[in-house]
């Protein structure tokens, strides 16, 4: 516990420009919204002509092709799968049902999921659209089909703790790399969840410098940008004064110092020989603080966890 509350504000104090600023903006083309949607569902973008991809896509989720143009019907799916307006998405409804039965939602295709939770509730996998699919499970688990999910606006600055999923090691990282996180505990806003533990974020690396002579530590800076909520929603996010606050606290509580935390030592000569810098090496499973950089409404699963 204590390793990982010293590599949390380890984190905090030499992971630098950390604020996120990247929108997560809807794809605008055909290619890349049929991308996203597959990769969502099956893992990874398919092949083959685009109107066989969106074809597969339509039976799968619907059992029925739409008329239209393919844009037109891209859109239609996109909606469908992410889009939360009038009701829950199927994302939405899926995490809520994992959550539900494991307390725990995973970053696997939607494909993976269903299949899974199938065989851990019936012992086997069925037939049928991931629409069909998606409701019996929910009567198996909830014992109805309307979930209990409500609309809950989430503050800005809202803590979510988060872990590493990619090790971030300033000897093997370079600008652009992505560096991709789960959330490490649930988070509830008035007795709704609304981000749950093992949903996925992404980030990305925005600037590396190598560790030096004179005992100049090495730096990584990452835009902790978007962190997936209950809903399927990814939320903008960033390590803001809020997040080191908490990861201060924790380190404080854990009985450090912030002398003690700073585990890359003094800049100077030690023995007549130069002092070469300290490199940055967080391990998968690191944990820190992230917040939410604006107020958003999202659909939450009601619960009585506080």
Same mark, same amino acid.
């Given at each position: 516990?204590?390793?990982?509350?010293?590599?949390?504000?380890?984190?905090?104090? &030499?992971?630098?420009?950390? @604020?996120?600023?990247?929108?997560?903006?809807?794809?605008?083309?055909?290619?890349?919204?049929?991308?996203? !949607?597959?990769?969502?569902?099956?893992?990874?973008?398919? @092949?083959? %002509?685009? !109107?066989?991809?969106?074809?597969?896509?339509?039976?799968?989720?619907?059992?029925? $092709?739409?008329?239209?143009?393919?844009?037109?019907?891209?859109?239609?799916?996109?909606?469908?799968?992410?889009?939360?307006?009038?009701?829950?998405?199927? =994302?939405?409804?899926?995490?809520?049902?994992?959550?539900?039965?494991? $307390?725990?939602?995973?970053?696997?295709?939607?494909?993976?999921?269903?299949?899974?939770?199938?065989?851990?509730?019936?012992?086997?996998?069925?037939?049928?659209?991931?629409?069909?699919?998606?409701? #019996?499970?929910?009567? &198996?688990?909830?014992?109805? @089909?309307?979930?209990?999910? #409500?609309?809950?606006?989430?503050?800005?600055?809202? =803590?979510?703790?988060?872990?590493?999923?990619?090790?971030?090691?300033?000897?093997?990282?370079?600008?652009?790399?992505?560096?991709?996180?789960?959330?490490?505990?649930?988070?509830?806003?008035?007795?709704?969840?609304?981000?749950?533990?093992?949903?996925?974020?992404?980030?990305?690396?925005? #600037?590396?410098?190598?560790?030096?002579?004179?005992?100049?530590? %090495?730096?990584?800076?990452?835009? &902790?940008?978007?962190?997936?909520?209950?809903?399927?929603?990814?939320?903008?996010?960033?390590?803001?004064?809020?997040?080191?606050?908490?990861?201060?606290?924790?380190?404080?509580?854990?009985?450090?110092?912030?002398?003690? !935390? %700073?585990? &890359?030592?003094?800049?100077?000569?030690?023995?007549?020989?130069?002092? $070469?810098?300290?490199?940055?090496?967080?391990?998968?499973?690191?944990?820190?603080? !992230?917040?939410?950089?604006?107020?958003?409404?999202?659909?939450?699963?009601?619960?009585? =966890?506080?």
């Amino acid at each position: 516990m204590f390793k990982k509350l010293c590599s949390a504000l380890v984190c905090a104090m &030499f992971l630098l420009g950390l @604020t996120g600023f990247a929108s997560a903006a809807e794809p605008e083309t055909v290619q890349a919204k049929l991308a996203a !949607i597959e990769k969502d569902t099956y893992g990874q973008e398919q @092949t083959g %002509a685009l !109107i066989d991809r969106i074809n597969k896509l339509e039976k799968d989720y619907d059992g029925t $092709h739409r008329q239209g143009s393919m844009m037109a019907r891209v859109d239609a799916v996109y909606q469908e799968v992410y889009t939360n307006s009038g009701k829950p998405s199927v =994302l939405a409804e899926l995490n809520a049902i994992e959550w539900n039965i494991d $307390h725990e939602v995973s970053m696997r295709s939607v494909d993976q999921r269903v299949a899974d939770m199938e065989m851990k509730l019936n012992g086997d996998t069925s037939e049928g659209t991931y629409q069909q699919r998606i409701r #019996n499970l929910s009567q &198996f688990s909830f014992g109805t @089909t309307t979930l209990p999910m #409500n609309r809950v606006t989430v503050p800005k600055d809202t =803590l979510i703790k988060v872990a590493l999923v990619t090790p971030v090691n300033s000897k093997n990282l370079k600008k652009n790399d992505e560096i991709r996180y789960k959330v490490a505990q649930d988070v509830v806003v008035n007795g709704n969840l609304v981000f749950a533990k093992g949903a996925p974020g992404d980030g990305i690396v925005t #600037n590396v410098k190598q560790a030096r002579n004179f005992g100049r530590n %090495a730096e990584v800076s990452i835009d &902790f940008r978007r962190t997936k909520s209950m809903d399927g929603t990814y939320v903008d996010t960033f390590i803001g004064d809020e997040a080191k606050k908490e990861m201060k606290q924790l380190a404080i509580a854990g009985g450090a110092s912030l002398a003690g !935390i %700073a585990i &890359f030592g003094p800049v100077g000569i030690v023995g007549g020989a130069f002092i $070469h810098g300290k490199d940055v090496d967080l391990k998968e499973g690191t944990e820190m603080y !992230i917040q939410t950089k604006a107020d958003t409404v999202l659909w939450g699963v009601q619960t009585t =966890l506080q």
